[in-house]
C-alpha cells in the first residue's frame, strides 16, 4: 500500500468489541502501538474519573472505569474524511427494515460534529475530541457546544454549504 496523508504511514483504529460511547477506542499508525493497546486491554486499563458541567445539577464527577477487552475490531483509519467546518462529523439515522424487506426511515436524523478540527498532526493523533464524534466522548471537551448546541446540527437545518471540499 502506498503512503498516505499520516506522515507516509497508515493510520488504523482500534475497538474493543464489548463496549460503546467511546469507551477503549485508539489510534495507531505502528504495530508496537497496537501491540500495546490490546496488551493493556488485556489485563484492563483504568479510564480516569472526569468532571462535567450540567445544566441541571451544576458540575458533578464522574466515576473512573475499567476497560477490559479479548475481541477487537481494527479498521483503516480514513486519513482526508469529508468535513463540516473542518470538523469531522457523523450522521445518525434510524431505519427498519421488515420482513418483507421493506424500508422505513425514522424522520429525525442528525449529525454529531466533533469539538476540535480535524488534524493528522503527529501530535493530535491521540485527541479523541478531534477524531471521535461520540456525544459520550465530546461532552468533556472545552469546547463542546460552542460551535452547535451538543455539537449536533438537525438534519433539516444542513446546508450544503456546511461541507468543506473534497
Request: net charge positive; glycine share 4%; proline share 4%.
Amino acid at each position: 500500500m502506498g503512503p498516505t496523508l499520516f506522515n507516509g504511514s497508515n493510520l488504523w483504529l482500534l475497538k474493543p468489541t464489548e463496549y460503546n460511547q467511546g469507551r477503549g477506542i485508539n489510534l495507531f499508525n505502528k504495530l508496537s502501538h497496537l501491540d500495546y493497546h490490546i496488551k493493556s486491554m488485556q489485563r484492563g486499563v483504568e479510564q480516569p474519573s472526569r468532571t462535567i458541567k450540567t445544566p441541571q445539577l451544576g458540575k458533578i464527577r464522574t466515576g473512573s472505569y475499567i476497560v477490559r477487552s479479548h475481541q477487537f475490531v481494527i479498521q483503516k483509519y480514513v486519513e482526508k474524511p469529508l468535513l463540516i467546518d473542518d470538523r469531522k462529523f457523523d450522521i445518525r439515522v434510524w431505519v427498519l427494515v421488515d420482513h418483507e424487506m421493506n424500508l422505513y426511515c425514522f424522520k429525525e436524523k442528525y449529525i454529531r460534529l466533533s469539538s476540535e478540527p480535524f488534524s493528522l498532526d503527529e501530535s493530535k493523533v491521540t485527541d479523541k475530541y478531534i477524531h471521535l464524534t461520540n456525544n459520550a466522548v465530546q461532552k468533556y471537551a472545552k469546547n463542546y457546544s460552542k460551535h452547535e448546541s451538543g455539537n449536533i446540527i438537525a438534519f433539516s437545518d444542513l446546508k450544503v454549504s456546511y461541507f468543506n471540499s473534497f
